[in-house]
Each structure stands twice: as structure tokens, then as C-alpha cells.
């Protein structure tokens, strides 16, 4: 190894109970390299070659308080990067009548809220519970939440680290949320290269409503220290119910607070116990998609230096 600057990928993953933080980490990094080495071998070898280049904030233990078992996951992991895509049988059931119904009952839902009880699943249910005690910071949770992700954000500052900040799911919100107080108010800034969501609820009204900087107009309202945002939404995925968030945030493009803007349709295609799960983030690491906007950022930077350590 020599004093190369070394470009950080952060990961936040969403809600719901995870592994063990190492045995988590080795589970993402495996699905994310999978698809690196399918889109290039010498960005994947750079990447697994410097432990430092992937770091995983693990906030949900102190949410929940109990760790997933990773043996649950296992098989369904190693067949989601055994398969090299969607199947003909994935692509019909993410794009199913049941699905798309789904969707249009959500979306309404997402419109009036008051229709939410009526409509939601035990699984909602659940999903809402959890959603609720972040946005109510109940006990502090989503500002020790946020801490956890501005540490190594304001660590790679002061190191000049490149930085692609990858959020999934609820993760998504924290990282928005995060950058935003990095923005207004911190004593330490901390600069975004990409930001990458996945499976985001970014899109959804009621979210939009709560972020931080909601209530403000203008600058004000948004964070200014992400460079460029792409964000990435499977099929059939209902947590990402507006698959399409440049509209929602393209008040950020006309002020100039970012450079770029994209989204992009994916096919997750990640089964656990047989049946197909959309929003999964195993299944989003492991695209090749994911591994295009990453090897692309990553070949963007210096390149030279970088590939060669």
C-alpha cells in the first residue's frame, strides 16, 4: 500500500433489523463486488484491495436492539450472485397486475394519508411504526442516527477523501437528512462526490413533507454539498413509489446546489424463500447498474493513482 488517497463508498442501509455489523458488511461487500468484477475486474480489485474503501454504518442495532440472523440470508445471497439477471419469471412477477395495483393503492395512500389504516398490511404496519419513531426522534434515535453518518462523512473531509454515499431504503432519508444539517449549521462540513439511493421513499409526499429544510424555501431548503445524485428504483419496488425523484428535487439543479441529476429503472431480482423481493438490498448491490454508476465515478476521479494500488 503506499499514501494514495483512497475513495470512500459509505454505506447506510434502511430499516429493519440487520446482521451482525462484520458478518453485514461481508454480505454487501460480496453482492457489490459481484457486480463490479461483471462490469470491470480493475475497478472491483481496487476496491476489495483497500479494506478502507467500503465502510458500512450500522444504525440499526441501536434502533432496534437486536441483530437479523445472517443464516436466514445466506442461500438466497449466494443465489442472488450466482444469477447473472432478472429472469423471465422475475420480470413478470415485478411487473404483475398485483403489483402494479399495489402501487396505485400505495400511491393513493401516499396522497391521503388518512386512507393509510384502511389500506396497510401488518408488514406496512410495521414498516410505519418504525418510520414514525424516526421522524419523532423518539429517544434521540434518528439524531444518533445521523451522528453515525456524519462521523466518517467528516472524517473523509478532512482526509480529502472522494466520497459516494450509498443509502437504501429508509437510509436514504437519514443521508438526505444528514447532509442537510452538514449544510446548515455544522461546525464541520463534509462533501458529497455522489450520492447513489436505492429503493428510496424520497419520492413519497409525506416524506417530502418531513425532511429537514421542509418548512424553508430557496437555499435554505435544501443540502449544498452533494455534487451529483443518481438515484435507482427496481420495478415493482413500493417503498420507491415515485420512481422518479429529479422532479421532486429539481429546484436543487436551477439553484445550482448540484451538478447532476438521474434516475434509473432496475430489475431486483433477489428471492428469499422463493419469493421475489423488489426492494431487497442485496439484490440492488449486486446490479449491474449499481456497478456502472460506481465503476463510472470511480474512473473518474484519478484514475492512474488510484487503480494501481
Excluded at 112 to 124: D, G, K
Excluded at 191 to 200: A, K, N, P
Excluded at 228 to 243: E, K, M, S, Y
Aim: one cysteine or more; proline letters at 4%.
Amino acid at each position: 500500500m503506499t499514501d494514495r488517497i483512497i475513495p470512500l463508498i459509505i454505506y447506510i442501509p434502511g430499516l429493519l433489523p440487520k446482521p451482525e455489523p462484520e458478518k453485514h458488511r461481508e454480505a454487501l461487500l460480496s453482492c457489490l463486488l459481484t457486480g463490479l468484477r461483471r462490469v470491470d475486474a480493475e475497478v472491483a480489485q481496487a476496491v476489495e484491495a483497500n479494506e478502507s474503501a467500503f465502510e458500512l454504518v450500522s444504525w440499526t442495532y441501536d434502533f432496534y436492539r437486536e441483530h437479523r440472523d445472517i443464516s436466514s440470508d445466506t442461500e438466497a445471497i449466494a443465489a442472488v450472485i450466482e444469477q447473472r439477471g432478472a429472469s423471465p419469471a422475475d420480470v413478470a412477477e415485478a411487473t404483475s397486475w398485483r403489483r402494479r395495483l399495489a402501487r396505485w393503492i400505495y400511491t393513493l395512500g401516499d396522497m391521503l394519508p388518512f386512507l393509510i389504516p384502511h389500506i396497510a398490511s401488518e408488514r406496512v404496519e410495521v414498516h410505519l411504526r418504525d418510520l414514525l419513531r424516526y421522524l419523532g426522534d423518539e429517544d434521540g434515535i434518528a439524531a444518533h442516527a445521523r451522528r453515525m453518518l456524519k462521523v466518517p462523512l467528516q472524517a473523509a473531509a478532512l482526509a480529502h477523501r472522494p466520497v459516494l454515499l450509498l443509502a437504501h431504503s429508509m437510509g436514504s432519508v437519514i443521508a438526505y437528512d444528514s447532509l442537510w444539517e452538514l449544510s446548515h449549521g455544522a461546525r464541520d462540513r463534509a462533501q458529497v462526490d455522489l450520492l447513489l439511493t436505492m429503493g428510496s421513499p424520497l419520492g413519497q409526499r409525506y416524506m417530502q413533507r418531513r425532511l429537514k429544510g421542509a418548512n424553508k424555501s430557496g437555499y435554505g431548503r435544501y443540502p449544498d454539498n452533494i455534487r451529483q445524485w443518481i438515484n435507482l428504483a427496481a420495478v415493482g419496488d413500493l417503498t420507491a413509489l415515485d420512481r422518479g425523484l429529479a422532479n421532486d428535487f429539481a429546484e436543487m439543479l436551477e439553484l445550482g446546489l448540484l451538478e447532476t441529476f438521474e434516475d434509473e429503472a432496475i430489475l431486483n431480482y433477489y428471492r428469499l424463500n422463493g419469493e421475489l423481493n423488489v426492494h431487497a438490498e442485496y439484490g440492488y448491490l449486486v446490479n449491474e447498474k449499481t456497478a456502472h454508476t460506481i465503476v463510472s465515478w470511480w474512473r473518474g476521479l484519478d484514475t492512474e493513482s488510484l487503480l494501481s494500488s
